[in-house]
């Protein structure tokens, strides 16, 4: 382990830098969608005419867009359960961020090398999730109460995609341990098994992400904005930050468990970059070409692909230990 | 070219159709009206629907001050005979005005009966839901403010007990209602103009729905009532943002009923060419919409994109993008140069590429199709007896389109120029989304034929319209986008440049009426995609009296005052 003044150090810097990575992810979704859809989306370098007003670039967008929910009137309906409400968000928030400690970023090994340091991760992240659910239930509208239904539903199955996809990596790699993993020597069988458990762990980020097949939840035509829809100004905005670490946080760890050494040392800094590129790319076009699922087809189409490919990963897992 | 019905039409439809009839008048265009008792009305709907398939464009009334109220009911007859449509007639007296139902006869005209119910006074006697349905259910017994207590237990205010089922929303007991009721309006994000559709839920499946209208007026027959029949086409067209060309088209149609009138052919291209663009970016739209429902914004966005070609062309050709403001009586105001012309047909082929390629995408997508297919049912029967109009009811594989049918001043004649119904037997949303894929592709084959022979010929556009005969009645009906539009206009007995009443019986009037039948059985989800499967236009359907009511004060508003309103409001 590296020097406990360093660690220490690294943590402190992590939160704001995941929120910065975050929000560059955000945007780059935002702005690549737009091309897909001929639009022009947020500007990287604004028009000349427009530049005292708006300043050089829109990069940091999506974080304007929470900012200025900070600075609204909150909202809390009289029906609430108002402390669960209220808290809900912030906790959901805590747990993100605390999540993140645990994932390693190049040059900063952080938390991740504490032991079941990915069962922690994996865990802080469920939780979050769940205080996103339990907030709105309590919030007494239709809306939300629907849309938290759907958010279950969907979350269990994407969830186990997400379970089985990493303890196949962990069974392979015989460890527990995020730094373990990442700093992980390559073969064959194991790019192998990258490639099988990857794909499943994008599947089940679609889902934790609400990335457009399954952005049921939010589906805005049908539940107006489904879970948020008594949320306002802080508590909106707290929410949105959530999702801003919740991308950057699955992000790292698909890095770090699949495409090792990235997420080691700061060397491998411009190729984590491209690979999340890569990523946050893929996510954005699936996002473009498809409409919504119902919620029955999707756990469907999950149950369908889900199951036969975690099933494919545990078993070349399994070989990997018992054979290589 | 003259608009002319067959001489012997009166006689036809004595000998042929309706033989107890009290007087026969034939009207311009193998349009007849019959005279009839107002207790043989009935009689005369079951003979009709039952017997020869005739299907009720609108029912409705007129009211002739001393002489009472005319009661009309409009039946088409063009499958029987070319163009034939009956107006059938019944004066009923104004003190305790009642006629009898014929909603449990076809179910089309209940939502005719009560708007003629609230609109003026007229009761249809054995109507089967007499409900309101544009003025509020609690109307004239409204709910006294503080009578919905705190909490969730609603108790009915003893005012409503009266009238209950005047009241509720499904018919259910309030208690139950507010439980489980999920409406969806007046304001919702999946819906853009104002109403409400009550969908009871259990879990996600719908057990239950309902409508209720009546969120924007603006009294648009009314003013063109008071403003005459020049400026009416301007007005008209103002009835629809989205399909104004067909609303100016129809008024036209039947105000040139109402005379002996002559149309140049070049105006009649033209007429063709800006409905049959309107037809284009409207179904582009439409597509747009479903796709923004369904979740899909790419598709949302491409197919606006495409939209906004065809508005540039219309712009070019009218010099406005909404309302076009060039339909005149006798012609139209405005010609299309031969170098316009020629340059819009070759836009116009390289948009009918592009459309085909895109809406290809759009009907294979595997997520759309499993968003679409058997959403929002409606076979051929129920189509027939809901009265389901345009592609809603030619996804039902039933053949109804008035351009062939019963076509307006325009020129649709399949010698002249070539062009299909298309139907489909999907009888769900995907049938709906094909067949306005495929009609789009038979607009742009009409738009390019008409843009061949303007770029070819001159002409004159216009020619001056004659007075409008005293007493003269008229139908006029066109195929908007969205389905069968039908004006209805009577001239004054005084005036020669008013009318004296104009009744507008739009497309989604009848599309809306059938929606809680598609909804019932349906996932939550699908909901929003099957109110959107009729491409409602609400404002089209909303027709109530203004009754400014605050503090138990009635105010009703003047022009001027409206007028100064929205002044007022555009200015902050």
New interface residues.
């Given amino acids: 382990m590296l020097d406990p003044v360093y660690t220490v150090l690294s943590l402190i810097i992590i939160v704001p830098l995941a929120l910065f990575l975050g929000v560059i992810y955000s945007f780059l979704i935002r702005k690549l969608s737009a091309r897909f859809q001929w639009r022009v989306g947020p500007m990287f370098r604004m028009y000349s005419d427009l530049k005292p007003l708006l300043g050089t670039t829109r990069l940091l967008q999506p974080l304007y867009d929470i900012l200025k929910l900070y600075g609204k009137e909150t909202i809390v309906p009289d029906v609430s359960r108002r402390r669960l409400f209220v808290y809900s968000p912030y906790l959901s928030l805590i747990f993100a961020v605390t999540a993140i400690l645990f994932i390693p970023f190049p040059g900063m090994p952080l938390l991740s090398g504490v032991p079941y340091s990915l069962i922690i991760a994996s865990y802080l992240l469920i939780a979050s999730t769940l205080f996103s659910i339990l907030g709105p239930v309590a919030s007494g509208s239709p809306w939300a109460a629907i849309g938290a239904r759907r958010e279950v539903e969907l979350f269990l199955v994407s969830e186990l995609g997400f379970v089985l996809s990493i303890f196949a990596v962990a069974i392979a790699r015989q460890s527990l341990v995020i730094w373990d993993i990442a700093n992980g020597g390559q073969s064959i069988y194991l790019a192998l098994l990258t490639v099988a458990a990857g794909v499943l762990m994008l599947v089940a980020m679609l889902g934790k992400l609400h990335i457009k097949p399954f952005d049921m939840p939010e589906a805005e035509a049908e539940i107006v904005a489904g879970p948020y829809t008594e949320y306002s100004g802080k508590l909106l905005g707290t929410y949105y930050l959530t999702k801003v670490f919740i991308l950057y946080g699955l992000v790292a760890l698909f890095i770090s468990l699949f495409l090792p050494p990235l997420a080691t040392s700061v060397l491998w800094l411009p190729l984590y970059l491209l690979a999340a590129l890569v990523l946050v790319f893929l996510l954005t076009a699936v996002q473009v070409l498809n409409p919504r699922y119902r919620i029955k087809n999707a756990i469907n189409w999950y149950l369908k692909v889900v199951i036969p490919l975690g099933i494919l990963n545990l078993i070349i897992a399994l070989a990997i230990w018992l054979v290589v | 070219m003259k608009f002319e019905g067959a001489p012997d039409i009166a006689e036809y439809v004595k000998k042929e159709i309706y033989p107890d009839g009290l007087e026969y008048v034939p009207l311009r265009e193998n349009r007849v009206a019959v005279r009839v008792a107002p207790e043989d009305l009935t009689k005369v709907a079951e003979l009709f629907v039952k017997k020869y398939e005739a299907r009720l464009i609108h029912a409705t009334a007129v009211d002739l001050e001393f002489k009472g109220f005319e009661v009309l009911h409009i039946y088409d007859f063009s499958k029987k005979r070319d163009r034939l449509v009956v107006v059938v007639k019944a004066l009923v007296e104004k003190d305790n005005p009642e006629i009898p139902s014929i909603a449990n006869i076809t179910w089309q005209a209940a939502w005719a009966e009560k708007e003629m119910k609230e609109l003026l006074g007229i009761n249809p006697l054995g109507t089967p839901d007499p409900r309101h349905q544009f003025l509020p259910y609690e109307w004239p017994n409204p709910v006294e403010s503080g009578s919905i207590p705190e909490g969730n237990k609603f108790e009915t205010p003893a005012s409503a007990t009266q009238t209950k089922e005047m009241y509720l929303p499904l018919r259910m007991p309030i208690e139950e209602a507010y439980q489980s009721l999920?409406p969806i309006g007046p304001y919702?994000?999946?819906v853009i103009e104002g109403q409400i559709v009550y969908v009871k839920v259990e879990g996600?499946q719908v057990v239950a729905a309902d409508i209720k209208t009546g969120f924007h007026h603006r009294g648009i027959m009314k003013l063109i009532e008071q403003r005459g029949y020049n400026k009416g086409a301007f007005i008209a067209e103002r009835v629809c943002g989205i399909c104004s060309a067909a609303h100016g088209l129809a008024y036209i149609t039947c105000t040139e009923n109402l005379y002996e009138a002559e149309v140049p052919d070049r105006a009649l291209y033209i007429r063709t060419l800006l409905v049959e663009l309107n037809r284009i970016h409207s179904h582009l739209l439409w597509i747009g919409v479903v796709?923004?429902?369904?979740?899909?914004?790419?598709?949302f966005?491409?197919t606006w994109?495409l939209r906004e070609r065809v508005m540039d062309i219309i712009e070019a050709i009218t010099g406005n993008r909404v309302n076009y403001g060039i339909w005149r009586m006798g012609g139209v105001s405005r010609d299309v140069s031969q170098e316009l012309a020629e340059k819009a047909k070759r836009t116009v082929d390289n948009l009918k590429e592009e459309c085909a390629k895109l809406l290809a995408l759009v009907a294979e997508?595997p997520?759309?199709k499993?968003?679409l297919i058997g959403v929002g049912p409606l076979t051929k029967a129920q189509a027939f007896d809901g009265g389901a109009v345009g592609p809603v009811a030619r996804a039902s594989n039933w053949k109804i389109d008035v351009r062939a049918d019963n076509p307006p001043h325009a020129i649709y004649d399949p010698k002249i120029v070539s062009w299909e119904v298309i139907t489909d037997d999907h009888c769900d949303t995907y049938g709906r989304t094909l067949v306005r894929v495929k009609e789009l592709l038979v607009s742009c084959g009409i738009v390019s034929q008409c843009l061949e022979y303007l770029a070819k010929t001159t002409g004159e556009i216009r020619i001056k319209p004659k007075s409008v005969p005293a007493g003269a009645e008229a139908v006029g009906l066109n195929e908007a986008p969205r389905g069968e539009l039908a004006y209805y206009i009577r001239a004054s007995d005084t005036d020669a440049n008013l009318p004296h009443s104009i009744r507008i019986r739009t497309p989604s009037y009848r599309n809306n009426a059938i929606i809680p039948l598609m909804l019932v059985g349906s996932?939550?989800?699908?909901?929003?995609v099957v109110m959107g499967s009729t491409d409602q236009c609400l404002a089209c359907t909303d027709r109530v009296e203004v009754i400014n009511e605050k503090d138990g004060t009635r105010k009703s508003l003047t022009w001027d005052q409206l007028i100064n309103l929205s002044r007022r409001a555009s200015r902050c």
């Fill in positions: 999920i919702h994000p999946g996600e796709a923004d429902v369904i979740g899909w914004k790419t598709g966005m491409l994109g997508h997520v759309v499993s968003r996932n939550l989800a699908d909901v929003p």
